[in-house]
């Protein structure tokens, strides 16, 4: 099992940027592949973004293609989220995820989870 710890949220007017971060241990980082999530209130947890276990490739969501950057540093066992242009829709918890397959990643049946961080976009 993968312990996964978020930081980086909080509260940014729109326009603004904000880099996420989640910390990995537990198990061999480079293993696995990465994700991010959010949840918004009242809806369900959407993908946003995924990197390969080498971060050879990334895939995002629609809605923050263009404007969000996932990458990973393997030799400090963290992926990073950098979100820019951020806008009210944008507001959610953001969890952080991580699974053997690249797949699962993207569809959410993941074997790990963060706790999530909290972005609240101001207008």
């Known amino acids: 099992q993968v312990q996964l710890v978020e930081s980086g949220g909080g509260l940014v007017q729109a326009g603004g940027s904000l880099r996420l971060s989640c910390a990995a241990s537990?198990?061999?980082?480079?293993?696995?592949?990465m994700g991010w999530f959010r949840q918004a209130p009242g809806k369900e947890r959407e993908f946003v973004a995924l990197i390969t276990r080498s971060g050879g490739s990334t895939r995002y969501a629609d809605s923050v293609k263009g404007r969000f950057i996932i990458s990973r540093d393997n030799a400090k066992n963290t992926v990073y989220l950098q979100m820019n242009s951020l806008s009210r829709d944008d507001t959610a918890v953001y969890y952080c995820?991580?699974?053997?397959?690249?797949?699962?990643?993207?569809?959410?049946?993941?074997?790990?989870w963060g706790q999530g961080t909290q972005v609240t976009v101001s207008s």
């Open positions: 995820a991580a699974d053997l397959q690249s797949l699962r990643v993207q569809e959410g049946r993941v074997s790990d």
């Open positions: 537990g198990r061999t980082f480079s293993n696995y592949a």
